[in-house]
């Protein structure tokens, strides 16, 4: 069945993209795409409401509560199923049931007026384009590359486990990229496909785009050769940042197995908002520890038009995002991305130890300052770990990926004073591991930070005291 659903706010949208079983479009499907894009609202919609989602579901689907319209009833031929057999005299076919279902599904394109879509068959260099001859089904691959401008020769590198979903009306097929960007789609075609990048990755994450409405980003491609589609993803394209963002994430967890480092959440939500301004990251981890909309706006310290401020309040709701990036659109370093990500993610794996009490305190203590404060602040103990174990993490898996610290980590940046654990690991020997154990729930202070870090490894308090007065002086 070829469907719609209207979700009419973000608990039915999410219960959609729960629904893993959907692959849900935002236009529709039976429509020609004049243009490509990342995004289509329906028109009669308010731009401050959901819009209309469309796909196809089985016959016997059970739908869940959201508004949902039956558009049409369809016939979708597998063309992944083969008799084995062959049909004596045709030419240039893989066998019997795919000369069945070319037949029946050639003849379907020809009297809706469709036939010129359909890729026949080749014999030597001529392409052969009569009914007597079969067009055979192809199943779409290729290869989705991003530009990393941060390796000492600047070369497009493989976007490592995103979907890559193609469809030709209500056909639609999907598969998953390898750490080279290669892929292959299961699902097999007759006619050329729509081919589009949707950033979730394998390992769980997904990354919502500049106004994250109803779901992963999306880059379309337009219309190619369903026996495939490589694309190279250069920094003056839309899907650049959501690209290098997808692999710095991906590599990140791959540090967090070789350092022994607890990964963050596996379904994580990561929005890139693009502003004008500075970059900038945070990671209120709003999804898993419950926050209202309006915390989240106060969080962002978000002040602009009423009209802006509602789609950003919508987008909120229907996102709840853990991490945000914020990135201004003039960048393009690869490097300050990777960066950016890693820091971010390193409270993400903070929270996996500390919990969402300790986060909701960590929080509260932003809004209430605008920021980390000055250090004095009834809360302020919560956010001085939490940066100390961000800058120092963060920085360490930026010096693993590009062999130096970044030029703009600081020892003394801001109160908290993050070389306390730079040092104990640059210094001291203490390895990534054993500084993350003492990151637990009740140490909500630097000085119960230093003092978890004694009870843990009595042997080194000597050192763990130096490094702790190398900070205040």
């Not at 949707?198 to 491609?221: L, Q, R, T």
Request: proline share 4%; aromatic share 14%; charged share 20%.
């Amino acid at each position: 069945m070829y469907v719609r659903f209207l979700p009419k706010d973000s608990l039915e949208s999410n219960l959609l993209l729960k629904d893993t079983t959907l692959e849900l479009f935002t236009y529709p499907l039976d429509y020609e795409i004049e243009e490509s894009g990342c995004f289509y609202h329906d028109p009669s919609i308010p731009a401050d409401q959901p819009t209309w989602l469309y796909t196809a579901v089985p016959s016997g689907y059970v739908f869940p509560n959201v508004q949902y319209e039956i558009l049409d009833e369809c016939y979708i031929p597998d063309a992944n199923i083969s008799t084995g057999s062959n049909i004596q005299g045709a030419k240039n076919v893989l066998n019997g049931a795919d000369e069945f279902l070319g037949a029946l599904e050639t003849e379907a394109f020809r009297i809706t007026d469709n036939e010129a879509d359909i890729e026949y068959s080749n014999e030597g260099n001529n392409q052969v384009a009569t009914r007597s001859i079969f067009p055979s089904y192809k199943r779409p691959v290729g290869q989705i590359q991003v530009m990393n401008n941060a390796l000492p020769t600047s070369a497009f590198q493989g976007v490592r486990h995103v979907k890559v979903r193609t469809h030709n009306f209500v056909k639609i097929g999907y598969g998953w990229t390898d750490d080279n960007g290669n892929y292959s789609v299961n699902e097999r075609y007759l006619t050329n496909v729509y081919y589009s990048v949707i950033f979730e990755n394998e390992d769980g994450f997904k990354i919502w785009g500049n106004y994250a409405f109803f779901s992963p980003a999306a880059y379309g491609m337009d219309w190619h050769s369903s026996s495939g589609y490589s694309r190279n993803i250069d920094t003056n394209s839309t899907a650049w940042l959501w690209a290098t963002i997808n692999n710095a994430a991906y590599d990140y967890n791959r540090k967090c197995e070789t350092l022994n480092i607890p990964r963050p959440p596996s379904d994580l939500r990561i929005w890139n908002l693009r502003m004008d301004g500075n970059w900038a990251g945070s990671t209120p981890m709003a999804r898993h520890i419950g926050l209202s909309v309006n915390s989240l706006m106060d969080y962002l310290a978000i002040s602009c038009t009423s009209a802006y401020t509602s789609c950003i309040s919508l987008a909120l709701s229907l996102c709840m995002p853990d991490v945000f990036i914020l990135l201004n659109d003039n960048t393009t370093s690869s490097r300050n991305v990777y960066e950016t990500v890693y820091h971010e993610l390193s409270h993400a794996s903070h929270y996996q130890q500390a919990g969402k009490a300790y986060w909701l305190l960590y929080i509260s203590h932003i809004v209430t300052n605008g920021g980390y404060g000055d250090g004095d602040e009834w809360l302020a103990g919560y956010a001085g770990v939490g940066e100390i174990w961000g800058n120092f993490f963060g920085s360490d898996c930026g010096r693993h990926e590009f062999g130096a610290i970044s030029i703009w980590y600081d020892d003394f940046e801001d109160w908290y004073h993050p070389g306390f654990f730079m040092r104990l690991h640059n210094r001291n020997g203490f390895t990534e591991r054993e500084l993350y154990n003492c990151l637990k729930p009740g140490v909500n202070s630097i000085n119960k930070l230093r003092d978890e870090l004694i009870k843990c490894y009595p042997a080194d308090t000597a050192a763990i005291n130096q490094r702790y007065r190398d900070m205040l002086y």
